[in-house]
């Protein structure tokens, strides 16, 4: 996903109001100038700057990667490990003990990002890290320890990510992630974050298991759906909203894989066991935060244009 945009300019609305920047899902086109900050860099790339709503609060640095192949990629191998991770310390070890313990590194690993004044790789993935693991968490409590069916569970998450959306977009003008530069737009990222990963894990057990459809068919089926917001991104569709589709389904795909092999054979797993698979995925997500810090090539593309601090 990090071709050219095709028919979304910088001046295209994103549910309603301009986008902050262009599409969440842009890459630097081949020959075209470096952005290096500069006035200049940032009209040849984005055309004149976004005004009003989309721009009200903007004070501060991009506190969120550049989306890139890359970014598609680690927030995959990042929702197996969170599932393969929260299914072994609840299934495995303790189910209480592992959400108290889940909650407390998700709530170190998040004040640690909020309190980086620009995006680094190690907080800010680990960031995710940690809402991987205890959005499984938060999912699975529905499920088994009130007993809510996997469909009353989705439902729920998707109303709590639609108010959010909601709020965000009434509050801010923009959900372009390009956007994230002051302290309330990060908790409204973070928000959604959190309901994505929770609403994905619940639709990936709902279609393995209430659907019947097994762990890796659930996987083939979220990966052809993932399909839909790439092919309508490409065919001039609204970036941003094809970012966050996309973005929810990637939850799914990686936990239903990492369920598939996680999971004994007679569920439809491969029966490799919770603790392998969390060992294996553990050893990807950090090799693959050290790749993206010494490379270096996650780092946002440009600085924001400066606007007026919000309230």
């Keep these: 996903m990090a071709s050219p945009h095709q028919g979304q300019g910088p001046d295209s609305p994103v549910f309603g109001r301009p986008a902050y920047g262009d599409s969440a899902f842009r890459d630097l086109a081949p020959g075209a100038p470096a952005l290096n900050g500069s006035a200049p860099a940032q009209r040849a790339f984005s055309g004149p700057a976004p ?16 989306v890139k192949p890359y970014f598609w990629v680690v927030k995959l191998l990042t929702t197996a490990m969170g599932e393969a991770v929260s299914d072994f310390l609840v299934n ?35 960031a995710v890290a940690m809402v991987a693991v205890f959005g499984t968490m938060c999912a699975d409590v529905m499920h088994i320890v009130l007993g809510l069916p996997y469909l009353v569970s989705a439902v729920f998450y998707a109303i709590c990510l639609t108010v959010t959306f909601v709020i965000w977009h009434r509050t801010e003008g923009t959900l372009d992630i390009h956007s994230i530069v002051t302290p309330r737009r990060e908790v409204f990222y973070w928000l959604a974050v959190i309901f994505t990963f929770a609403m994905g ?18 996987a083939f089926v979220f990966t052809a759906l993932i399909c839909v917001p790439l092919i309508a991104w490409r065919l001039g569709a609204n970036p941003v909203l094809t970012f966050w589709v996309a973005y929810v389904l ?34 990807l997500v950090v090799a693959s935060f050290i790749y993206l810090s010494r490379s270096g090539i996650d780092q946002p593309e440009r600085e924001p244009q400066a606007g007026p601090a919000a309230p």
């Design 51 to 66: 005004q009003g709503p989309a721009l009200q609060g903007v004070q501060g640095a991009i506190k969120v990667p550049a």
């Design 92 to 126: 495995d070890v303790n189910k209480y003990l592992a959400v108290v313990v889940g909650f407390v590194v998700f709530a170190i690993a998040i004040t640690w990002q909020f309190r980086t004044p620009v995006y680094k790789t190690w907080p800010y993935w680990s």
């Design 201 to 218: 894990t619940a639709l990936g057990d709902l279609f393995a298991t209430t659907f019947h459809l097994g762990y890796l068919a659930s």
């Design 250 to 283: 990637t939850r799914p795909i990686g936990a239903s894989f990492a369920d598939f092999f996680g999971m004994p054979k007679n569920i439809s797993g491969a029966g490799y066991g919770h603790g392998a698979v969390s060992v294996v995925t553990l050893v």
